[in-house]
């Protein structure tokens, strides 16, 4: 089949998802390749959670600018400038531990520059996406996420082995630079529903999206954003959702290396398979939803609170029972449960910006990944904070006891998190 006999609705939504697909890689090739080097270099546990937390610091500086500038500039164009920043930073920077000034520097780069990509992917993707298809469309797209960070887990162990950390560095720029000129190439600003070429881009009238994506809105209400309860519940929610990915998804490695005493290059590809969970679930979580709210058996706010309590209840269970397990195959089932069922309540939380702002849904999306971006911060560093602490009472960290509260804190945000949804969310639009 041709490319140019696909609709374009979906020609932007594969390339969403590879776009979160390589921003994933790059963020677990990172952790992969710096702990290998650090624990060759004797960095201990607190520096390294704070080298690691400093990509979300620069994340967390650009998420409303990124939504504000795709607002007003084009999320297409947003989304190419972030990408050519990012990969330029990883092409140019050398990984040396020792050189910590430079290495703070480049991940404080790396998180600005992938800080404007969700916000520009809301805004794309509000534009070119019909209602009907919204929670799996969006679904797909952000099951990229969880792609790559299983191919991540796949693949750069045995590069670092073959060619050294640095070449993880080399081989994320490389995707970065193809994804842009796939998106120079084949992505589109998204025609006007008046226009004869509306057809061809796969829409129809009663099809297009509810009418964001032809104008750029020249107010947008902050103050009525800012003191929404249900945009606090996004929020609230954001934040232990990704309190929870970034805490595994940076620390899952010494949890092995250091908990379990065993070593990454060693395993299986088993270590991909939380990550593949996530993949999977992501993408039936939107098909679930948007089958319950067509076929009208649930409405969409039933619909977003039914998903996002079931995902977050079932992945605290799984977090809090993590660190019992002493072997590497509970450790993967535990992770893969956990992941998997916060990647299914992606279709309650995240999927709402859309739902209750179709017109500012990169504003929406940038003020609570920003949320998403401190539990990043706060979640990574504080994590490598508590293992120090541990190595004191319990010698090393390969007692059990040393990682209880890693786990525990966020299966509790999980809870507390479904709670809040469950009261305050909604599926209705509450901004014109």
């Excluded at 164009?77 to 920043?85: A, D, I, Q, T």
């Amino acid at each position: 089949m041709k490319l140019s006999n696909i609709p374009q609705r979906y020609v932007i939504v594969f390339l969403t998802f590879l776009s979160t697909s390589v921003c994933y890689i790059e963020r677990v090739g990172f952790s992969i390749a710096y702990t290998v080097a650090a624990d060759a270099a004797g960095i201990n546990q607190s520096s390294k959670g704070t080298i690691l937390s400093t990509f979300f610091v620069g994340y967390a500086c650009s998420q409303v600018p990124g939504g504000w500038a795709a607002q007003k500039i084009g999320g297409r164009k947003v989304l190419l400038l972030s990408f050519v920043l990012w990969s330029s930073t990883c092409f140019l920077v050398p990984l040396d531990p020792n050189r910590v000034g430079l290495l703070v520097v480049a991940r404080l780069l790396v998180g600005v520059a992938q800080g404007f990509i969700f916000p520009s992917i809301h805004t794309v993707l509000a534009q070119w996406v019909p209602p009907h298809e919204r929670s799996r469309l969006v679904s797909i797209t952000t099951s990229g996420m969880y792609l790559g960070a299983a191919l991540g887990m796949w693949l750069l162990p045995a590069l670092v082995e073959l060619r050294g950390p640095e070449s993880v560095f080399l081989a994320e720029a490389l995707a970065g630079v193809v994804w842009s000129l796939l998106w120079v190439r084949y992505a589109t600003d998204p025609p006007r529903s008046e226009h004869p070429k509306a057809a061809a881009a796969g829409f129809g009238g009663a099809l297009l999206p509810t009418n964001v994506n032809h104008h750029k809105a020249t107010h947008i209400p902050w103050k009525k954003i800012m003191l929404s309860l249900p945009v606090w519940a996004i929020v609230v929610n954001n934040f232990t959702f990704h309190y929870a990915l970034y805490v595994l998804m940076n620390w899952l490695p010494t949890y092995f290396e250091l908990g379990l005493q065993i070593s990454l290059q060693g395993m299986d590809s088993s270590k991909m398979v939380p990550y593949l969970n996530m993949f999977v679930f992501s993408i039936v979580g939107g098909f679930i939803a948007d089958y319950l709210i067509t076929k009208r058996i649930l409405s969409v706010t039933r619909t977003r609170k039914f998903l996002n309590t079931v995902g977050f209840l079932v992945a605290s269970a799984a977090l809090m029972a993590l660190p019992q397990f002493r072997s590497s195959n509970g450790v993967i089932l535990c992770s893969s449960v956990a992941l998997g069922f916060l990647a299914l309540g992606r279709a309650g939380f995240a999927v709402n910006h859309m739902d209750i702002a179709p017109r500012y849904a990169g504003i929406v999306m940038g003020v609570s990944n920003t949320a998403g971006t401190l539990a990043g911060i706060i979640g990574v560093d504080l994590t490598g904070k508590l293992l120090e602490a541990s190595k004191l009472v319990y010698s090393d960290l390969s007692h059990p006891e040393s990682w209880r509260a890693v786990f525990f804190i966020p299966g509790l945000l999980c809870i507390f998190s479904s709670v809040v949804f469950l009261l305050f969310s909604t599926g209705e639009r509450i901004f014109d």
